[in-house]
């Protein structure tokens, strides 16, 4: 099973990053959390690793149609998007929101995700249009 949706693409990964922030913004996703994976794993280890970047994307409508459903499916929100350097590409990843409809068994969620689907997948095609 695949959870993630991923698009990879050409450019720097910090203007990798503005445009994700961007095209987030354009499908009613605020970014709540934001974790430097490079920055911390350098002061808390000394490990030295390409430029990864954790966005925790939110819209808050969907969020409160999924939370009304199951107040436990907090424990996967906000919506994780990865932004990393792989080689000479920048990946941008986001977690399947099918995922949740699977991990929880909750079928009245399908919609949620359905939505959260279409906005995600419109915000990377976004981000590829963007790079090409």
Do not use: W
């Not at 961007?22 to 499908?27: T, V």
């Not at 107040?71 to 590409?89: A, F, K």
Request: charged share 25%; aromatic share 4%.
């Amino acid at each position: 099973m695949t959870y993630d949706r991923t698009v990879s693409v050409e450019g720097t990964f910090e203007e990798t990053v503005q445009v994700v922030r961007r095209a987030l913004a354009d499908q009613g996703f605020g970014v709540l959390t934001e974790i430097d994976v490079q920055a911390t794993l350098k002061t808390k280890l000394g490990h030295d690793m390409e430029p990864y970047l954790i966005l925790g994307a939110c819209n808050p409508s969907l969020a409160h149609q999924a939370l009304e459903l199951d107040r436990t499916i907090g424990l996967l929100l906000p919506c994780n998007i990865v932004v990393r350097e792989d080689g000479d590409r920048v990946l941008v990843q986001a977690i399947d929101p099918a995922t949740m409809v699977t991990l929880t068994g909750i079928d009245d969620l399908e919609s949620v995700a359905d939505e959260v689907t279409e906005r995600l997948d419109a915000a990377l095609a976004s981000v590829r249009t963007s790079h090409s």
